[in-house]
């Protein structure tokens, strides 16, 4: 604010405007110690002390430095200043650190201030306007920024400590939560329901049980995974990738090779290897194709010495004439490679039918457990649509708010910043 609006104030006894930024970077700092709230009332007792009439405040619980405008709050700020372009306010911060903690976005942002004829103020710091000032300005932000490159140096170097002892230092995925240690702190531990869920899946999909992943994404929707929240099918890949599932621990960003982790995992890790594997195109799953006429039994019969199904098949023989057989394939088993003629089986099995009579109460409780069956089957698949038509419709939505808030937008970079959100 210019020095004739200030004397101008001082005639008409006008009171200035203000308005209050609050950051904190973590989840911890947003309820305790220095956390917004705290914030919010010391800067409300300046404001009164000075005689500012705050008109907004605009709070942030946000982590990282970078540009201010990924800060949703801030971005909210510069659009209010916008949108109220014909007043002047004074922006009212905490401490100079919660203003930026990164040099180059400490003097961006206060050229975006002035821009907006807003004049930065903070309680434990004041602003001038001298090359003096600006240059002692500047000398506390690159302190502010260095001051956060060390921590987080030191954070990594704790995390990375704990990967390479096998042990996961972030934020626990689905099916996993925090459990204190004697031995080591905190440590994973499988949570339920989404961890009995999570091992279905994998196992599922290491089987062939599930094809590809969107039966994995309708398996998950039918077990109202995760509170019934969307299923997407880049969630299902996430959750195909995390080694951590499979009991292994890696994090290729800082080097941290795969290794088993101390933590208990929801599946062996050689079926996660085979989920891997199957990801990756290393393992090809192929759909049945409808058994021959020749081989009515493959697949229900099964081998007297280890009990798993025999399969069949018609090798060419030396006459060049194809001879039928059904054979076990276990490995291991004693009777592996042994081969029976199906004319043999076949009349096996018919002369244990033919004394068979079906009952008519037993051909009726078929017929009927069979109908609740396609009853349930078609029902899932309604869910699944219902399901899918809810998300598209809130998606919809969704986009209309953002496209009437950029309509709305004045600054052009909270427009790009709607405009990603709806690209998204």
């Known amino acids: 604010m210019n020095k004739n609006n200030k004397d101008s104030m001082l005639v008409t006894g ?13 989840k911890q700092q947003e309820s305790y110690g220095s956390g917004l709230d705290s ?15 705050v008109e907004e405040v605009f709070r942030d619980a946000f982590t990282g430095a970078g540009d201010f405008m990924n800060r949703p709050a801030m971005s909210a700020l510069l659009g209010y200043l916008d949108k109220n372009s014909h007043k002047n306010y004074v922006v009212i911060f905490d401490d100079l650190k919660r203003f930026a903690r990164d040099t180059e976005f400490h003097l961006k942002l206060r050229a975006a201030l002035k821009f907006r004829s807003a004049r930065p103020e903070c309680l434990n710091y004041t602003f001038g306007d001298t090359p003096e ?11 502010g920024a260095l001051e956060r490159r060390q921590n987080q140096r030191q954070v990594i170097q704790k995390q990375k400590a704990r990967l390479e002892k096998g042990l996961w230092p972030f934020c626990p995925p689905l099916g996993y939560k925090f459990s204190k240690s004697s031995e080591h702190g905190k440590i994973l531990v499988p949570r339920e329901p989404n961890a009995s869920i999570i091992a279905e899946a994998l ?19 039918l077990k109202d995974f995760d509170g019934g929240k969307p299923i997407y099918l880049s ?11 499979g009991g292994y621990v890696e994090y290729g960003k800082w080097e941290v090779s795969r290794r088993l982790g101390k933590h208990q995992p929801l599946v062996r890790p050689e079926v996660y290897d085979v989920v891997e594997q199957r990801l990756n195109g290393k393992v090809k799953v192929f759909e049945r194709k409808p058994d021959r006429k020749e081989f009515p039994l493959r697949g229900f019969i099964r081998c007297m010495e280890c009990g798993r199904p025999l399969t069949a098949s018609m090798p060419m023989g030396g006459s060049h004439k194809r001879h039928e057989y059904y054979w076990c394939k276990t490995k291991g088993c004693s009777a592996r490679y042994k081969t029976v003629k199906p004319v043999e089986l076949h009349k096996s099995f018919e002369d244990i039918l033919l004394p068979l009579t079906a009952i008519e109460a037993v051909v009726n409780h078929a017929k009927a457990e069979l109908s609740l069956m396609w009853e349930k089957i078609n029902g899932d698949a309604m869910r699944i649509q219902e399901s899918k038509e809810e998300e598209i419709k809130n ?20 427009i790009r910043a709607y405009e990603a959100q709806i690209a998204s």
Do not use: W
């Open 203 to 221: 196992e599922g999909f290491a089987s062939g049980r599930f094809e590809n992943q969107q039966d994995v994404a309708n398996f998950l929707i």
């Open 395 to 414: 998606v919809g939505t969704e986009i209309e708010k953002l496209m009437e808030r950029v309509g709305k937008a004045l600054n052009e970079m909270t």
């Open 133 to 143: 000032d600006e240059f002692v300005e500047t000398v506390f932000a690159a302190q």
């Open 235 to 245: 969630s299902v890949r996430r959750l195909l990738e995390c080694p951590l599932y």
């Open 39 to 53: 914030q919010e009332h010391r800067c409300k007792k300046y404001a009164e002390e000075k005689g500012y009439v």
């Open 14 to 26: 006008k009171k200035e405007l203000a308005v209050i930024y609050c950051r904190v970077s973590s």
